[in-house]
């Protein structure tokens, strides 16, 4: 009993000043402050007005003749006058500065347009198709995270053995191919040759419903997501716990009888969990923008692939809707995670 005493308090004294508990996380409030709070607010919307700003402005600019996405091919056969009276009512006849005070002040009314391709109002559209995004994105997020703790702890017991080089080596060439050239390869491979999975799309046709089917769609994309980010954050894993195994309360644990796994799931990992937090929140935004690469890819009817289908065919109102949605939810994120990292460790606010 002495001993273990003695080694618990060694252990504290050593990690006292460096490491910040889950209790401190909850229980400390010295920059959790509201001011703090509402000046990051405030600069959100800062930031989502110069976002929709510019947005507008370069959709405006863009070579693209938003009539074409509104008519079709009927655009060819209208005349002139017609097409100046198509732009009146769609109100294209008007400079972007005012176009842009008309669009923010239906905005404020919960207007946000039609969609020019579709003839319907674009809050319906992305109603239809968020979830499906947020399913692809949400899944591979969780799966992303769980297997790179388990990853990095696996790399980091087994430290400079063979299984630990042959996972880095890998890790480090997964993490320098594109995403999309991955998706096309495990097209090619897994749904084309073997035939095991589908090749793309949220269901097949008749199967709204079926669970299973929209999991087999899944495999795929996910799978994709998942290999292109897990090898990334496993290595700051592996390498946060190889630094905690090398202090001095480790090699007194395990001169107590300890197995470096016993002491790595009993202690180490207490100090590598804030890590652990502030890299998932940092993570989201850069998972909203892979997720929705991979739609386009796996054609998975989602956020991603509408928003290049509407620059590519000009409609205006469905782009702006869907860039204020990713850039208010990385900037919320981004908001998020600037506070649990400020809490998991004041330092970094100072």
Not at 142 to 155: E, P, S
Request: net charge positive; hydrophobic share 45%; proline share 2%.
């Amino acid at each position: 009993m002495f001993g273990l005493d003695k080694y618990q308090k060694f252990k504290n004294k050593i990690t006292s000043k460096k490491n910040f508990s889950l209790r401190k996380i909850v229980s400390s409030n010295n920059n959790f402050t509201l001011k703090n709070i509402l000046y990051k607010f405030f600069k959100m919307l800062l930031f989502i007005f110069v976002l929709s700003l510019f947005v507008f402005t370069l959709s405006r600019l863009a070579p693209i003749d938003p009539l074409t996405s509104y008519y079709g091919d009927r655009i060819n056969r209208m005349s002139e006058a017609q097409l100046n009276n198509a732009r009146k009512e769609l109100g294209l006849d008007k400079s972007i500065a005012i176009q842009y005070k008309i669009w923010i002040s239906n905005m404020f009314k919960g207007n946000f347009g039609i969609s020019l391709k579709y003839k319907q109002d674009v809050l319906t559209i992305v109603g239809k198709l968020y979830k499906n995004t947020l399913s692809l994105g949400l899944t591979s997020f969780v799966v992303t995270f769980i297997l790179a703790l388990k990853l990095g702890q696996v790399c980091a017991l087994k430290k400079d053995t063979l299984l630990d080089k042959i996972l880095i080596n890998i890790g480090t060439i997964v993490n320098n191919i594109p995403t999309f050239w991955i998706g096309v390869v495990f097209i090619f491979i897994f749904s084309i040759k073997l035939k095991l999975t589908a090749s793309g799309g949220v269901y097949d046709i008749g199967q709204e419903k079926n669970f299973l089917n929209r999991i087999n769609h899944m495999i795929l994309p996910v799978s994709v997501l998942v290999l292109s980010h897990i090898w990334y954050y496993a290595f700051i894993i592996r390498n946060k716990i190889v630094d905690e195994l090398g202090k001095d309360y480790v090699v007194f644990a395990i001169s107590k009888g300890l197995s470096r796994k016993q002491v790595m799931k009993k202690h180490c990992m207490r100090n590598v969990f804030p890590l652990y937090i502030s890299m998932i929140a940092m993570s989201i935004p850069h998972i909203i923008s892979s997720t929705y690469i991979i739609e386009s890819v796996f054609s998975y009817q989602g956020l991603g692939s509408l928003s290049i289908e509407s620059a590519k065919y000009g409609d205006y109102n469905m782009l702006m809707i869907i860039c204020l949605i990713t850039g208010v939810s990385v900037l919320i994120t981004g908001m998020i995670s600037e506070i649990i990292i400020e809490k998991i460790d004041p330092r970094i606010k100072e």
